[in-house]
């Protein structure tokens, strides 16, 4: 009888930015899509929708791996107490940064991993942001620039979004990108998937 596969990592997301950061771990991963319904419930603050999306695309995928190390993540920019989701098009990216000129606004990046054996973690990765002062003219070159319509809150931090920034702060430098790396390398250790023990040098 053949050995039993190990049991696989899933990344429960169609992020680019989320599976280029996983990659920088040196271990084999598939990517799946969630099919989650990520509209805001009444009343549900930005934090806890993070929260939410991240544990439900998690478990959607999980579902139907059995086995398997899930991870499912999400995130959310903070304006006071409005959510910013991806804003999907020139107009709703300029309106975002426009609001977003001279303000500061938490980033919550919410993490989840589901293990073989169902126990569920989660947790949250804020990163308070400050915007310079933006006239439109340095919005709309930016945005034809970097074109950040499918980041939440207008701005790729990996990218040329930092020219919009006079500060940033986080336990975690790639929280911002999308995938907070420290925390799930700490989560995933704790549910026996050690990746240090597992990545390959190539």
Known sequence: MPPRAEPELILASTSRYRAELLR?????????APEVDETRKPGESPLDLALRLAAEKAAAVARNAPGAWVIGSDQV??????????????????????????????????????????????????????????????????????????????????????????QMRSDDPTALIGLPLIDLCDMLRQSGFDVLARASAD
């Open 24 to 32: 920088r771990l040196r271990v084999p991963f598939a990517a799946r």
């Open 77 to 166: 920019c903070m304006l006071g107490d409005e959510a910013l989701g991806k804003p999907g098009s020139f107009g709703t990216a300029f309106e975002q940064l426009q609001r977003l000129s001279g303000q500061q606004a938490v980033f919550h990046t919410a993490l989840c991993v589901i293990s073989p054996d169902s126990r569920t973690q989660v947790r949250n990765c804020p990163t308070e942001v400050t915007f310079r002062p933006l006239s439109d003219g340095d919005i709309e070159r930016y945005l034809r620039l970097d074109t950040p319509y499918d980041c939440a809150g207008s701005a790729k931090s990996e990218s040329l979004g930092p020219a919009l920034l006079t």
